[in-house]
């Protein structure tokens, strides 16, 4: 009999020109379409578009420049894709409202955990809306530099502790923890917490994992992003065996391989 516990798939879109991997993009509305819908026919629970780039060295958007991006793409999601799970990557509330307003509940992929924004979590619990909170230290300007950690596993458990205490006053609950590798840690740092991600369990949340194609894996091999596809899923791997509920990734056909052969290696 095989393992029941339900894993979840996040495809990435990314509408913008400067994320890392090229092969996501999808600036144009005829480009998102026919990524999209790749993307679903291959599996994707749910589609996370996001407008800004976040990659070292990204420069940041303004609001009205990732709204700019974002709404006519939102537009083309609700009347197109209305069985499929749309997620935001956006770290501002005013954007949270804006996509609201067009598309009505959705999921938020706040790379911040609503440090970037006061507003974020208020907003996200009026709405009743699905949060991911991710672990960073910095702001948009320093979060790619590295960080010391007197124990990476237990700083990030720590900082989702805090975050659960921020998330309750304002009405949250309905909430994702991504550990953010890639994200004010050095390359160290990502592989020690990813060998011991099962013990964010401890904080009885569905545990995101990113690390598709990622310079935690490109670096380490001397590869490009490009070239970086079989590791990741190796690692994809891995990261369900510690107890992933959500991968984000760029290549859905082989995350869903993954899970069916995590699947079959827990056969009970």
């Known amino acids: 009999m095989m393992e029941s516990r339900i894993i979840k798939v996040m495809g ?9 991997y090229s092969l996501s993009r999808a600036v144009k509305g005829d480009d998102f379409i026919k990524r999209t819908d790749k993307l679903i026919v291959e599996g994707a629970d749910i589609i996370d578009i996001g407008a800004c780039s976040t990659r070292p060295g990204a ?3 303004d609001e009205e ?13 609700r009347k197109r894709y209305t069985g499929v799970q749309l ?14 307003e067009i598309a009505g509940r959705f999921m938020v992929n706040d790379i911040s955990a609503g440090h970037e924004d006061c507003d974020m979590l208020e907003v996200v619990g009026r709405y009743n ?11 948009c300007r320093t979060m790619h530099d590295n960080y010391g950690y007197d124990d990476i596993t237990d700083d990030v458990i720590e900082y989702f502790k805090n975050f659960d205490k921020e998330a309750q006053l304002h009405n949250v609950s309905d909430y994702i923890i991504d550990p953010g590798f890639g994200f004010s840690k050095s390359i ?5 917490l990813l060998a011991n991600l099962s013990k964010l369990k401890c904080l009885n949340k569905p545990i995101l994992v990113g690390i598709s194609r990622k310079s935690m894996i490109y670096n380490s091999l001397g590869i490009t992003p490009e070239e970086s596809l079989c590791a990741t899923s190796a690692l994809h791997l891995q990261c369900l065996m510690e107890g992933a509920d959500i991968l984000r990734v760029h290549d859905v056909l082989q ?3 993954c899970i069916e052969l995590y699947h079959r290696i827990r056969v009970k």
């Not at 990435?12 to 890392?20: A, Q, R």
């Not at 997620?87 to 609201?100: A, L, M, N, P, Q």
């Not at 809306?129 to 702001?139: C, F, I, N, S, W």
């Open 87 to 100: 997620s935001v990557d956006t770290f501002r509330s005013e954007i949270v409202e804006r996509v609201f």
């Open 255 to 257: 995350a869903r391989q």
């Open 65 to 77: 420049t990732e709204w700019e991006r974002l709404r006519p793409i939102v537009e083309i999601f």
């Open 129 to 139: 809306l699905q949060y991911v909170a991710m672990h960073r230290l910095g702001d």
């Open 59 to 61: 420069v940041m958007i």
């Open 12 to 20: 990435i879109v990314n509408i913008n020109d400067d994320s890392y």
């Open 188 to 192: 160290e740092d990502n592989y020690r």
